[in-house]
């Protein structure tokens, strides 16, 4: 089982390799990860009894551990804990910079020119001058009580950590000064002016300070950084809403979304968030789904459809019947899968950790090394004690611990926002490696549906053909079937009875209508029909462009052709030559034959593919692959894609596809664009470059750093007291967090549906336009009846003869509309219109005109 913890008491990259190292040790333990960044830590153990004996090694560890709950509003009670916390540190911060520009002006105003306060330049006043500085730094230090407590506690428990650092050298810098003030009071008490005036300059209370003042500086700005980081989890909590109206018996009610359970009916009103997942029981809206899917565009949710918790209702009233409430609804899943994300560490990562497992004791033991030199040397207490609390001072674990976790977090918050969710530290490292790029076909360059496109009559039907054949459909399960079902239902819902009705296998099928029998079905089993030629010439001409093709024929003669296709998505294209310009290869994978494979092939510039390919060939395909050396990546969305999922280095899953397939992937792009996939490529070779500048900085100011701070360039006149070592400590940790939120920045490849429909029309010459069932616009062309098409809206708000009149009219000045006839009982509006009719403008004005079109 895997259990998450809240750690408290960590500071750095040696706190977190410890906590790592203490809770390994017990032998229930399989796998742990610490994460600096969010205080968290992330346990796969054997059973439940284990929990109680991890929360004990990290207390004998010197840290404070409890279990974390999955709760989004437990989260949120952190997530407000934290900002108090951010808080509480500024106001301690001010305080402490107010008394330590004091104490610098005690301390140092007399090089300065300055007057100072009580005469203290005196020298018969330097008891009440060091006593004061004193009092100042002590103020100074009980103020940041908890680098001590932490410190010190640290290094009993055998585990120091940078906060030891800072207290060993504050310290050790406080405790010299007071040795050397009441040097200077003894020296006082005899008159001697001369040990006085030396003693003076001995003084070091304002660097016990200003290490103390400069670090919180440094680790609140580094705390408001890592807060911006992880802006992105909190932003996402924040759109599930707090409350809901809950219909009861007939009531509303309004309730915490806490409170509601599977087979709620929600009331949800233009402008609320919907606050759960579910079905449309009443009414229709347009639906803003942007901040989940990452579709700029509207989408209208009708009765039946599905709307997913957080998405906007933007222009009417539904009434929700809840399917998934609390964690189990999608937007819970997404901040899971984030939060998930930033507990796994990049393997990246490792050799930052190893290096901050010993870090800590190896400055420690540079510190007293180098006191102990320069005291051999013969330089003098004094100085060789300044070496080593620089040493102490300027060492910068923090930035290692940094360096990953950071990039990670904002990496993952960046694909969040733009609707790629990332499982793991490992799989956003993986994927920027793919130099084979492997996809399915069916579902994930395609939509996986067929669509109607053509319907040619070649013998006379008065326009029936379309009627004629889904009759016929409508009794079959075939996908195709739904096809040609649903292209009919889009302008009637009146069918003819189907009598006698047969499947033939792997021909059609065949039924009566009113005592005339009538087959759908491949045109091959139509040799004896009448207009055979004709109809094979027709066939071969849409197969050419990867259509497939049916027959319509009664005893004597072919009556029609429908065709269908699965649409290539507008996106893979691009999202393929994309790919090839980052000199990845691409390869195809799919189930059709040879002929339908090689056309889709060449419309997409995919040099190599694999037909006829069963899942479990799939699978071996790819264990090849990485046999041979390649680093695979395999998109797809289906059950028979999971294997395949689970066998390549690196998987991304489509989000619309089947709950395995999700399972199974690394990553999960949730708006169906494969755009995304190059984004999520793109964005791992950010990340991992990003990550690399980070070790690179951290590791090369610690080796660049010490030695000076130890006084190995003194000779050259290159120091580093303790107050500029504390400020350089700070910016190291400052520089890793600021480099790694520039990945916020990084330019992903967008394009919206508009765009995709637009592309995807022009492609297929698609005129009319209708809503499929992704609500995805897209134009049917049917030839018939001279061109003529018909199609019923409803229209809300019209109430009299006048509505009557106006919508007519507008209806019949709108471009190639012939007829317009209103049904006020029913408000619904029949037309007729040619093929380069607008939909768009006919809807627009009368929209416009103060009613409403339901498509």
Same mark, same amino acid.
């Given at each position: ?35 600096? /960044? ?37 989260? %949120? ?38 007057? /100072?306060?009580?005469?203290?330049? !005196? ?70 002016? &001369? ?32 807060? !911006? ?8 909590? #924040? ?24 087979? #709620?009916?929600?009331?949800?009103? =233009?402008?609320?968030?919907? =606050? ?173 549906? =067929? ?34 079902? #649903? ?38 089993? /139509? ?26 024929? #009664? ?13 290539? !998505? ?18 195809? /994978? ?24 069963? =899942? ?6 790819? &264990? ?24 390549? !280095? ?88 600021? &480099? ?114 339901? %498509?």
């Amino acid at each position: 089982m895997q259990s998450e913890f809240n750690i408290e008491g960590m500071t750095c990259a040696s706190c977190q390799a410890r906590i790592e190292k203490a809770v390994k040790n017990l032998d229930s333990v399989e796998f742990v990860a610490v994460n600096l /960044l969010t205080n968290k830590m992330t346990v796969r153990h054997k059973n439940s009894s284990d929990i109680e004996k991890i929360i004990e090694a990290c207390e004998a560890a010197g840290y404070g551990a409890s279990l974390a709950s999955k709760e989004i509003t437990k989260e %949120k009670q952190n997530d407000i804990k934290s900002d108090k916390k951010l808080k509480s540190k500024k106001i301690r911060l001010i305080f402490s910079i107010l008394l330590m520009l004091i104490l610098m002006y005690i301390a140092m105003g007399e090089m300065l020119g300055l007057k /100072l306060p009580f005469n203290f330049e !005196k020298i018969e006043a330097s008891g009440l001058f060091a006593l004061s500085q004193m009092l100042i730094s002590a103020i100074i230090m009980l103020i940041n009580y908890e680098y001590f407590t932490r410190g010190f506690k640290a290094i009993f428990y055998k585990n120091p950590n940078m906060d030891s650092l800072i207290a060993l050298g504050s310290s050790a810098s406080f405790i010299y000064s007071v040795y050397v003030l009441f040097k200077i009071l003894d020296s006082l008490m005899y008159m001697d002016f &001369n040990s006085v005036s030396h003693l003076r300059h001995s003084l070091y209370f304002e660097s016990a300070a200003m290490i103390l003042t400069l670090i919180s500086i440094g680790k609140y700005l580094e705390d408001k950084s890592k807060h !911006k980081a992880t802006k992105a989890i909190r932003d996402l909590m #924040d759109l599930a809403p707090k409350f809901a109206v809950r219909i009861v018996d007939g009531r509303e009610e309004k309730v915490s979304v806490d409170d509601l359970r599977v087979s #709620d009916i929600i009331l949800i009103k =233009p402008g609320e968030k919907a =606050p759960v997942d579910g079905i449309v029981m009443e009414g229709g809206s347009d639906v803003d789904t942007s901040s989940i899917s990452g579709e700029s565009l509207p989408i209208y949710k009708k009765v039946g459809d599905r709307i997913i918790s957080s998405s906007i209702i933007l222009t009417g009233t539904v009434k929700l019947k809840a399917e998934k409430v609390g964690s189990d609804t999608e937007i819970s899943k997404i901040i899971r899968l984030v939060e998930d994300a930033n507990q796994t560490k990049a393997p990246i990562a490792k050799l930052a950790d190893k290096v901050s497992g010993i870090f800590i004791p190896i400055v420690i033991l540079i510190s007293l090394v180098t006191f102990l030199i320069w005291n051999i040397i013969g330089i003098g207490f004094e100085k060789s004690l300044i070496y080593a609390i620089s040493v102490l001072v300027v060492s910068c674990p923090c930035a290692l611990g940094l360096a990953t976790p950071v990039a990670i977090m904002v990496a993952t918050g960046k694909a969040a926002r733009n609707s790629i969710l990332i499982k793991s530290g490992q799989s956003l490292e993986s994927i920027g490696k793919t130099d084979l790029a492997i996809f399915d076909k069916t579902g994930t360059i395609t939509y996986g549906y =067929p669509a109607v496109t053509d319907i040619l009559e070649i013998k006379e039907t008065n326009g029936e053909l379309l009627k004629l054949a889904a009759s016929l459909e409508k009794h079959s399960e075939h996908p195709i079937a739904k096809a040609v079902v #649903d292209e009919y239902m889009k302008s009637s819902d009146s069918f003819y009875k189907i009598n006698n009705f047969r499947n033939l296998s792997g021909s059609g099928i065949i039924g009566e209508i009113e005592g005339k029998k009538y087959f759908l079905g491949k045109i091959s089993s /139509l040799e004896n029909r009448a207009n055979y030629k004709e109809a094979s010439k027709l066939m071969n001409d849409l197969s050419r462009d990867g259509k497939t093709v049916m027959g319509l024929a #009664d005893d004597s003669e072919i009556l029609g052709l429908i065709a269908v296709i699965d649409l290539i !998505k507008p996106s893979s294209k691009e999202a393929i030559e994309s790919l090839q310009n980052m000199k990845i290869k691409v390869l195809m /994978l799919t189930g059709d034959n040879f002929n339908t494979a090689s056309k889709f092939a060449r419309d997409l510039n995919i040099e190599e593919f694999k037909a006829d390919v069963l =899942p479990s060939d799939k699978e071996r395909y790819i &264990n090849s692959k990485n046999e041979e050396g390649y680093n695979t990546l395999m998109v797809g969305d289906g059950i028979n894609d999971a294997p395949s999922l689970a066998r390549a !280095k690196s998987s991304i899953a489509i989000g619309s596809g089947t709950d395995i397939a999700v399972e199974s992937a690394d990553m999960v792009i949730l708006n169906n664009n494969l755009l995304d996939v190059v984004n999520a490529i793109g964005l791992s070779k950010a990340t991992l470059r990003n990550i690399k500048e980070n070790l690179f900085w951290a590791f090369i100011y610690n080796i660049i750093l010490i030695p000076i701070a130890a006084g190995a360039f003194s000779s050259f006149g290159i120091v580093l007291n303790p107050m500029l070592g504390s400020l350089a400590m700070s910016l190291s940790s400052l520089f890793v967090v600021g &480099n790694a939120l520039r990945l916020n920045n990084y330019k992903m490849l967008h394009k919206s549906m508009k765009e995709q429909i637009e592309e995807r029309d022009k492609k297929y010459n698609l005129k009319n336009i209708e809503n499929d069932k992704d609500q995805i616009k897209i134009n049917k062309k049917i030839e018939g009846e001279k061109g003529k098409m018909k199609k019923t809206y409803t229209v809300e708000n019209m109430m009299c003869d006048h509505c009557k009149k106006t919508v007519e009219k507008i209806a019949l000045n709108t471009k190639d509309v012939d007829k317009a006839e209103v049904t006020l009982d029913k408000k619904e509006l029949y037309i007729e219109f040619n093929d380069s009719f607008r939909e768009d403008e006919l809807v627009n004005s009368i929209n416009e005109a103060g009613y409403k079109v339901i %498509k």
